[in-house]
């Protein structure tokens, strides 16, 4: 991502409601797991490192990403980070007991590498979590001004992550009940284009009641998802078991 892009979102992740309400989301699974306070946590594209304060109270948490400018951010916030490559993760094999890409694969060439990698520095029986947008059909201002190179549908995600062996223990959509809404906007600035310099739809944040409104309405999906699957939504997200048997070798990342 840009630059400008890092400084936006260090300044709203801590209380724009979509932040806010897929953090609630996180936590809940997170919580489910009983991970232990001893277990090791890496956030692949980490950003400005906000979500690393909410991992930091399920185990002991390192950032990634590849920006210089999330870096910087990450260490501000007084977490530990590194600058690397998603799809060539500086990690031993069966190192880390949770993994997490919340927001990341969409903004690679290669999202297969990454996701090898991922579960080769994982340990068997650790987890895996992924978020992504969702429906080809959403792209809009937004997906370009985040750089992202995709949106999912349902069955190409599945298939990235069934791909590498890992046992799917939750597959769901998440932005649900606003997908109407989203749809809307994204439908409505087809018809009519936003003129000037694009911006990121995080400016559209509106009154603090309505953003704490939003955030409690995306949170609220906590308790359906961790029951059952919802059909439909503006993000995909999986959560996986690496089993026994299954590795990934470094150079397996470098494939075309």
């Known amino acids: ?23 609630r989301i996180f936590d809940a699974l997170l919580n489910d797991l009983e991970l232990g306070p001893d277990v090791r946590i890496v956030d692949l594209g980490c950003g400005t490192g906000t979500n690393l304060e909410l991992l930091s109270h399920h185990g002991r948490v390192t950032g990634i990403d590849f920006g210089a400018a999330a870096v910087r951010f990450t260490r ?16 031993a094999d069966d190192s880390v007991d949770l993994v997490t890409a919340l927001d990341l694969v969409e903004h690679l060439p290669d999202d297969a ?19 992504v947008p969702a429906y080809p059909w959403l792209w809009g201002r937004q997906d370009r001004v ?11 995600f599945r298939d990235l992550i069934e791909g590498t062996g890992v046992e799917v223990r939750l597959f769901t959509s998440i932005n649900s009940l606003l997908l109407p809404a989203v749809a809307a906007v994204r439908g409505f600035r087809r018809v009519v284009p936003e003129q000037g310099e694009p911006r990121s739809d995080f400016h559209l944040t509106g009154p603090p009641a309505i953003n704490r409104l939003l955030g409690r309405v995306l949170g609220a999906e906590a ?4 029951r059952f699957p919802l059909p ?20 397996e990342t470098t494939a075309d």
Request: aromatic share 10%.
């Open 232 to 251: 439909a939504g503006v993000s995909l997200l999986c959560l996986a078991r690496k089993p026994e048997g299954v590795a990934m070798t470094p150079s």
């Open 113 to 131: 590498a990454c996701t090898r990698e991922m579960v080769r520095v994982c340990r068997p029986g650790g987890t895996l979590l992924w978020t």
């Open 1 to 23: 991502m840009e630059e400008s892009l890092y400084e936006e979102y260090a300044e709203i992740e801590n209380s724009h409601w979509w932040f806010e309400g897929r953090r």
């Open 76 to 91: 501000e916030r007084g977490f530990d980070v590194l600058r690397a490559d998603a799809t060539r993760i500086p990690l």
């Open 223 to 226: 308790w359906a998802v961790r």
């Open 146 to 156: 985040s750089q992202h190179r995709r949106r999912y549908r349902r069955s190409e």
